[in-house]
């Protein structure tokens, strides 16, 4: 690491003015109140997003204790140990307040320049730092304000922190100018359909013949080996699960099937230049599409449109995407809305003439590859901003600036030399080896309990403090609104998953009650300490039969 004499070892302690965690409260249901600034508030990239803002009634003392201000840092004390110690500045017009899962800290500006301690904060958490210092247990991690305060930082001049986040903000404005235009690219299918075809909508539209889907191509669903059988997802089979279309080409899966498992399950092989919808999600993923660049297999939650004569099989997939929010308006059900087989191949397509189709696609891949060329150039520039982002806070970004206005750093050090720290500190660095997960009440169940994902362990957290005894599948949104799962797409199915998985492990349990209506939906809650004395007699009788 290359430092000059004028970067100082400080502990965050000593060059700030306050450090506070924020307050507990249920939000209020109908969004009244103050806006309070939560976990998920703090996005990866070290911004403030107001999506998803959670509204507290909080009182006097609690509004004039808790209040944002301009330049106050925001460091995310407590959450999952992939995302606690994620940090932003404030530096919103709207009165807002902070839970007790974030602390805010005011800076002491003789010291210490507030974005510059915001970004600093943000990159201890992206290297990993902010994870090795924070406690540990069974779903969450928290960094305590002795443990933050004690936080040892490398400190250049005030004039020389304003220089490192002007050049952060002009990087950071570079990638979003790439961005932007990446993002327009990607809409340009989109466009170029409405141009040669009108619109996608065939109530809309009665320039070209319409068809059902199911009348001229043949539509198909998959299937899902069972868990239990561990050498079913021991092979060399594509297994697409609907999570996996994102409107794009597929050249890989997450997981491979085996022979046996496709012999022994509904799942089944689609050739190349399939088109794949998905049917279910309460998410983004319901009416999600993908393209099959390799044969492969699917889940029962996605349709598989099979290649056929009457349409180009990247029309439709331009089609689907076009058609996104109407077919997604389509879904069936309950509480989770989803699609079927029936619903898809009754959808009305419009269908031009094969030759103009073809027309269309050779655009498209002209398109295509225009679309690849600028997520290159983004995925190069992150690279870039990464290193960037890392010679800032080593000294190396400004290691030329600093000898060019040498005289002006050495005047403001000795106009700031009563004020400015000098302390020298060693820092030492160890092997960090987190803690074992608390012991569960069932002793037999331990090793289970390393086992379970970070999903799992955050449902399960949850359930905890879930104020009711059962969460029925028809208040999960609910469920999940009050314990939000950060940065996950589908957290409704996600969740629904890890309730079911637990309930097979017996971490939890799960039952048939009636609702308000009659009918009989599925429950879930804790194991109570009675039921784990009734495992442990049924466990002592199978010993002795």
């Excluded at 319901?286 to 939650?301: W, Y």
């Excluded at 362990?457 to 999960?476: I, M, N």
């Amino acid at each position: 690491m290359i430092f000059s004499g004028n970067w100082s070892s400080v502990r965050l302690c000593d060059i700030i003015l306050d450090m506070q965690p924020g307050f507990a409260q249920k939000p209020s249901e109908d969004e009244v109140g103050i806006g309070q600034i939560r976990t998920h508030n703090v996005t990866p990239d070290g911004e403030l997003s107001l999506a998803g803002l959670k509204y507290v009634l909080p009182s006097d003392k609690e509004l004039e204790k808790y209040l944002l201000q301009k330049g106050d840092v925001i460091f995310n004390n407590t959450n999952s140990q992939e995302w606690v110690g994620k940090t932003a500045l404030f530096n919103i017009d709207e009165p807002l307040l902070f839970s007790n899962h974030m602390t805010r800290i005011r800076v002491n500006e003789q010291f210490v320049f507030a974005e510059f301690l915001a970004r600093y904060l943000h990159f201890l958490w992206k290297t990993g730092f902010s994870k090795t210092r924070a406690k540990r247990w069974v779903s969450q991690a928290a960094i305590d304000q002795k443990e933050l305060a004690s936080f040892i930082l490398r400190l250049p001049t005030i004039p020389e922190q304003q220089r490192i986040v002007e050049s952060l903000k002009q990087a950071d404005e570079i990638r979003r100018q790439r961005q932007e235009l990446f993002e327009e690219a990607k809409r340009l299918p989109a466009k170029l359909f409405n141009e040669m075809f009108g619109d996608s909508d065939p109530r809309l539209n009665q320039q070209w013949k319409i068809v059902e889907l199911g009348k001229i191509t043949q539509i198909e669903t998959g299937g899902t080996p069972s868990r239990a059988s561990a050498e079913f997802y021991d092979g060399s089979i594509p297994w697409v699960k609907s999570t996996e279309l994102v409107d794009g080409r597929i050249y890989g899966t997450e997981e491979m099937i085996s022979e046996t498992a496709l012999q022994q399950s509904n799942a089944k092989i689609f050739p190349v230049g399939t088109v794949l919808l998905a049917m279910y999600g309460q998410g983004q993923t319901r009416g999600r599409t993908g393209f099959l660049e390799i044969a492969a297999t699917c889940n029962q939650a996605c349709a598989a449109i099979l290649p056929n004569k009457e349409v180009l099989p990247l029309y439709l997939l331009i089609w689907l995407q076009c058609s996104y929010d109407r077919i997604r308006a389509l879904g069936r059900g309950g509480q989770q809305e989803n699609l079927n087989l029936s619903i898809i191949r009754s959808l009305k397509v419009p269908k031009p003439p094969i030759d103009i189709q073809r027309k269309f696609y050779e655009k498209l891949l002209i398109i295509e590859e225009l679309i690849s060329g600028l997520s290159d150039v983004v995925k190069q520039y992150d690279t870039l901003l990464n290193r960037i982002i890392i010679d800032s806070f080593n000294g190396e970004l400004t290691k030329d600036w600093r000898e060019i206005h040498r005289q002006k750093l050495d005047n403001w050090l000795s106009e700031n030399a009563d004020i400015f720290p000098r302390s020298s500190i060693t820092v030492t660095s160890t092997e960090f080896v987190p803690p074992e997960r608390p012991v569960p009440t069932r002793p037999a169940r331990r090793w289970l309990m390393d086992q379970l994902s970070e999903v799992q362990v955050h449902v399960y957290r949850a359930l905890q403090e879930w104020k009711g005894t059962l969460v029925p599948s028809e208040d999960l949104d609910r469920f999940i609104e009050e314990w939000p799962i950060e940065h996950l797409e589908d957290a409704h199915d996600h969740v629904l998953r890890a309730l079911n998985q637990m309930a097979g492990m017996g971490f939890i349990y799960r039952m048939g009650i009636p609702n308000q209506s009659g009918e009989y939906i599925t429950a879930y809650r804790l194991i109570r300490e009675d039921e784990l004395t009734k495992d442990s007699d049924l466990n002592r009788l199978e010993v002795l039969s």
